[in-house]
């Protein structure tokens, strides 16, 4: 007996002992969250520019880290109208905090409310699996959403399916056989990946039997590829309960009273999931939701960098255009260009939060160069030749009475429109490098110069900048009809 005795210790001290692992890993993982989190918001690397119209996203992320500093769990409830969504959470908290009622739709916003899980729960109910300390949660919120079938229904589940991304627990709420919309609502919902209970409310209302044929029913048919039979629970949130009330002449009648909520399997059910696995779902699903905003954020950030990098580069090509073609010398041509090009280069590193000194913007700029090969190249034929007649053309004007303005300005245009169409490249080259932090990543600067120059439509390009061009010249039809 003694023996048999020391045998129970033994694998009481182990279970007690894989708990309070269990528990250390539980809270290591939210801890991890936390850090991973905090980590985020304070380092979103947002000028104040970029930070308008994203405060939504922003708040979203700080929401989030508060919800894993007070490690809440949030359980949500999904259902169609009049199947007893609030009363459920009504019963679980004790109290009537959700609105109820016979109109169609009562609840009509996501509505939030604190629910202290011990109250009600008779502690020698519990099975023996759970620990001795049950409620580890600091908090537990529950969250009554608008039926998914109510009218303007499309914005209603937009919002139940956001809910659903951030709750931990969800509970999709039935009161019979599953129609054809709560099925394709919980098919949704279970692609959330979250953990979820399928409870079967109002069994009050029916007789034993026909109860039984239902829940079976919906366990081995309806949701069988979709939740197993331990995901499914019975209740009875608001039950009525028929009395027999005697008249005042003394005749007798029967009168239907609200009794005792049915909930206790629900809310062990509840309770087991919370004392398994609380604290590793507050951590997973937080950051699970926290990435998906931090996507937005970065994605978002991203298109407004990339859109205010094109301004700059296209600036840039005009700015670059108009003195290569207004300046008839061909040292200050080249000069000048590489100078615009490096302020282009400092200027895109400002936006994009990277240190640059005009040192390095040069080193940049040649390795660009180099990589680029036959445009620059081009370039600097076309400069050499182009500036060199340019020139001869200019002195030639005042000997020719004006009659050399035509060519010469055709020429120019040429030239500008040519060192414009390499300086867009080198821009959108050096916006590539930026944009991944300042590195040419694996494939190293000439294959991504090679992919950047291979989309670019230089036709396109070319004409974009000497129509341009001409117009920021004043250049008439005369010289645009010449040029080509």
Known sequence: MTEVSDFSNVDRELDDTILSFADIQAELNLRRAKDALRDI????????QERTGLEPEIGGLETMLDKLERACVQIAVFGMVGRGKSSVLNALLGQNVFETGPTHGVTRTTTIGQWDVGDGVDEDDLPDRFSPVIYRLSQVELIDTPGIDEVDGETR????????????????????DITKVEYQALSQLREAGKPMLLVFNKIDQYPDADRLAIYHKIRDDRVRELLSPDEIVMSAASPLTAQAVRRPDGTMSVQMTRSLPQVQDLKLKILEILDREGKSLVALNTMLCAGDINEQLVRRKMEIRDNAANRIIWNGVMTKAVAIALNPITVIDILSGAVIDVVMIL??????????TEAGAVDLLQKIAMSMGGITAGEL??????????GLLGLATPATGGLALGPYISVAVTQAAIAGVSSYGIGQVTKAYLANGASWGDDGPKAV???????????SILNRIKDELRAKLNLGSGEKQESH
């Open 449 to 459: 110069v090679s992919k950047i120059l291979s989309s670019l439509d230089e036709d």
């Open 381 to 390: 034929l076309a400069n050499l030749g182009l500036s060199s007649l340019k």
């Open 157 to 176: 589940e937009i919002l139940a399916r956001r809910v659903a991304k951030q709750a931990d627990l969800i509970l999709f709420v039935v009161a019979g």
């Open 41 to 48: 918001v304070e380092n979103l690397d947002l000028t104040p």
């Open 347 to 356: 200027t895109l590193s400002k936006v994009y939060g990277i240190a640059m």
